[in-house]
């Protein structure tokens, strides 16, 4: 039986999107397919994104950044919003029975001599919030097997 998919997006799936992948292949690869797109994908993985994700042991420089529009026709059961952009231009995916919006801050829209800092504060703000959605959705999945 395949594994329910799960979507993050953002506009560019360079930074945020691909970060939030990162976390949730890490985090609960075993219980989904993960995948990231934009509605404007920029074409590439943003090497801060990879270099601060590689600071916290996650490889995310295999990752390529995709249109949404490949996903148009896929069964997506959660899809997981995190900028205000892409927030206004999702659609409805086929299968889509949860949908999240938690808005993260372009980290590649600050000053240059900042980006670092803001990469890995973005970075920690998405570990977080996608890691206490995974230890609450593990939690649930516990609970309903006992229930059973």
């Not at 799960?6 to 945020?16: A, E, H, I, K």
């Not at 900028?83 to 949908?99: K, L, M, N, V, Y």
């Amino acid at each position: 039986m395949s594994k329910p998919v799960v979507l993050v997006l953002c506009t560019g799936n360079s930074c945020r999107s691909q970060m939030a992948e990162g976390f949730l292949r890490h985090l609960a690869g075993d219980l989904f397919e993960v995948q990231s797109a934009g509605s404007r994908p920029t074409g590439q993985v943003h090497p801060q994104a990879v270099a601060a994700m590689a600071e916290v042991g996650i490889d995310i420089s295999g990752h390529e950044s995709k249109s949404m529009d490949r996903f148009l026709k896929r069964a997506i059961q959660t899809v997981f919003v995190v900028c205000d952009s892409a927030d206004r231009e999702c659609p409805t995916f086929p299968g889509q029975t949860q949908r999240y919006f938690w808005g993260f801050r372009d980290p590649a829209g600050v000053a240059p001599e900042l980006k670092a800092e803001e990469f890995r504060r973005v970075r920690d703000q998405i570990g977080q919030v996608f890691g206490a959605w995974v230890a609450g959705y593990r939690e649930g999945k516990a609970s309903q097997s006992m229930e059973t």
